[in-house]
């Protein structure tokens, strides 16, 4: 003979549900706008391939630049010279300086 069981009683989920992190919008300058050999600060592609840097646009004249929602949030970027979109957290920016692969 089966034991019957209720379906509410089935146990603990394995897994809590979590929130997931805010991913946060940034403008990025186009490789047209980037001039070798000049510091900018960003991120470098993490695609092997290219590794070449992912600069911060500059905000507008006159306007705030928005705070921070976390300390360590993440950033969707799409890298203008390769197009290859990944995650890259805000602390780990830093200035780096462009220098273009020849073709």
């Not at 805010?22 to 470098?44: I, N, S």
């Not at 203008?80 to 020849?102: M, Q, T, V």
């Amino acid at each position: 003979m089966a034991i019957k069981r209720s379906a509410k009683s089935r146990g603990t989920p394995l897994r809590k549900p979590t929130t997931s992190a805010a991913v946060r919008h940034v403008d990025v300058r186009t490789k047209h706008q980037m001039v070798p050999e000049t510091l900018y600060e960003g991120w470098l592609c993490k695609n092997a391939a290219c590794g070449l840097v992912i600069a911060i646009a500059l905000a507008p004249d006159g306007s705030k630049p928005a705070p921070p929602l976390y300390d360590d949030h993440l950033s969707a970027l799409k890298c203008p010279h390769c197009g290859n979109e990944d995650l890259y957290r805000w602390n780990a920016r830093g200035e780096h300086k462009y220098a273009p692969k020849s073709a």
